[in-house]
T-cell receptor, first 115, second 112 residues
Framework: GAGVSQTPSNKVTEKGKYVELRCDPI?????LYWYRQSLGQGPEFLIY????????DSGLPNDRFFAVRPEGSVSTLKIQRTERGDSAVYLC?????????????FGPGTRLTVL | QQQVKQSPQSLIVQKGGISIINCAYE??????FPWYQQFPGKGPALLIA?????SEKKEGRFTISFNKSAKQFSLHIMDSQPGDSATYFC???????????FGAGTTVTVRA
């Protein structure tokens, strides 16, 4: 497929567990973003990668959240010791270069439910 | 805190009518204002975007109006169709930045 893909589409976990969410960006896109969308809200920025490096992780809510992009393509968002407040849709987006006016292409998201 | 305020939260319009969604911002450093459309179970998709050097941009049935002095911008959907039923988000970013600040969204329902 030509779009951004995310797996799994749904993840249900128990409070305190560890989860990994995966994002496959559009081929050739150097910029990758993670956003979190709570029910009835707009997406909120979490972290931005340019290539392999996290250029801006200022949106990560706390140190339980971590993301990697080791080869500059696929990215994994990792959440430790999950809490019920982490329940949300986690969206990944990619863009060609990362310029402010680049179109960000979003994946369908992973719906995370923490019981 | 939300940097972009969006209203209304939801609206219902008859087929063929006009849908109007409004957004306001405080940060005068914002200089790129995209609108995203999101269908249930899908990620947001760029609909139309504007820079503050123009007051209006039109693409098909979708028009953005921009008022720099009032720090407001709006989306007009002309001749609304049932297929336009979706949630619409306004957003903003700065020229030396890449992250988008989104409004809370407006759910539009077009009745046939």
């Amino acid at each position: 497929g030509a779009g951004v893909s995310q797996t799994p589409s749904n993840k249900v976990t128990e409070k305190g567990k560890y989860v990994e969410l995966r994002c496959d960006p559009i081929s050739g896109h150097t910029a990758l973003y993670w956003y979190r969308q709570s029910l009835g809200q707009g997406p909120e920025f979490l972290i931005y990668f340019q290539g392999t490096g996290a250029a801006d992780d200022s949106g990560l809510p706390n140190d339980r959240f971590f993301a990697v992009r080791p080869e500059g393509s696929v990215s994994t968002l990792k959440i430790q010791r999950t809490e019920r407040g982490d329940s949300a849709v986690y969206l990944c987006a990619s863009s060609l270069l990362g310029a402010s006016t680049d179109t960000q292409y979003f994946g369908p998201g992973t719906r995370l439910t923490v019981l | 805190q939300q940097q972009v305020k969006q209203s209304p939260q939801s609206l219902i319009v008859q087929k063929g009518g006009i849908s109007i969604i409004n957004c306001a911002y405080e940060n005068t450093a914002f200089d790129y204002f995209p609108w995203y459309q999101q269908f249930p179970g899908k990620g947001p998709a760029l609909l139309i975007a504007i820079r503050p050097d123009v007051s209006e941009k039109k693409e098909g049935r979708f028009t953005i109006s921009f008022n720099k002095s009032a720090k407001q911008f709006s989306l007009h959907i002309m001749d609304s169709q049932p297929g336009d039923s979706a949630t619409y988000f306004c957003a903003a970013s700065r020229s030396n930045d890449y992250k988008l600040s989104f409004g809370a969204g407006t759910t539009v329902t077009v009745r046939a």
